[in-house]
């Protein structure tokens, strides 16, 4: 049972542009979600995270949203820059489920120049 | 601070073997966790160790089975190796408190190849 989806599995943009990353989540009581970038033959790494008791948390170029009624978060980069090309992932979290981790299948970035 | 490393980084097996893989967390982390990554199934959660305690586990087959050491470091085992298992597995370390800023922090992974 996936309970995070990441229902676009690749997305290409121009660089300069917007890159908006999707996420549904099921479970209601998840309290704490995380963005992480993965480039091939290396861990992901922590990009962003978001409390639900925020609906929108910003790094530099790096924006994440928040939607509970929705159970969706999204992830914007702006500008996209060709570096940003790596499979993206979101993750949940839930107080009840200790340091228990759930994670979508990826999104596949590319960044044209 | 060093990061979260893994040994090996790459193996190859053929089925029926066992394999044993090793993380080091970050020091001071407490809880380790194992994933599954297979292209399609983004990272699939195998278990998660805190204080040398299993304290949450995925819905793997018995022959997936770990361990923490009191120096917080982690082995994972597989049993009676089945094609299937070829993946990436990697393991995440983090404080271990639930809630905000417990971020996990990833290692390489060990790519394991079953032949």
């Known amino acids: 049972d996936q309970q995070v989806k990441q229902n676009s599995p690749s997305l290409s943009v121009q660089e300069g542009r917007i890159s908006i990353l999707n996420c549904d989540y099921t479970?209601?009581?998840?309290?704490?979600f995380l963005w992480y970038k993965k480039y091939p033959a290396e861990g992901p790494t922590f990009l962003i995270s978001i409390s639900s008791i925020k609906d929108k948390n910003e790094d530099g170029r790096f924006t994440v949203f928040l939607n509970k009624s929705a159970k969706h978060l999204s992830l914007h980069i702006v500008p996209s820059q060709p570096g940003d090309s790596a499979v993206y992932f979101c993750a949940a979290s839930a107080r009840n489920t200790g340091n228990q981790f759930y994670f979508g299948t990826g999104t596949s970035l590319t960044v044209i120049p | 601070k060093a990061g979260v490393t893994q040994t090996p980084r790459y193996l190859i097996k053929t089925r029926g073997q066992q394999v044993t893989l090793s993380c080091s967390p970050i020091?001071?982390?407490?809880?380790v966790s194992w994933y599954q990554q297979t292209p399609g199934q983004g990272l699939q959660f195998l278990f998660e160790y805190f204080s040398e305690t299993q304290r949450n586990k995925g819905n793997f087959p018995g022959r997936f089975s770990g361990r923490q050491f009191s120096n917080s470091r982690s082995e994972m085992n597989v049993s009676t190796l089945e094609l299937g298992d070829s993946a990436l597995y990697l393991c995440a370390s983090s404080l271990g408190t639930s809630g905000p800023y417990n971020e996990q922090f990833f290692g390489p992974g060990t790519r394991l190849t079953v032949l």
């Open positions: 020091s001071g982390h407490r809880s």
């Open positions: 479970n209601s009581m998840f309290d704490y």
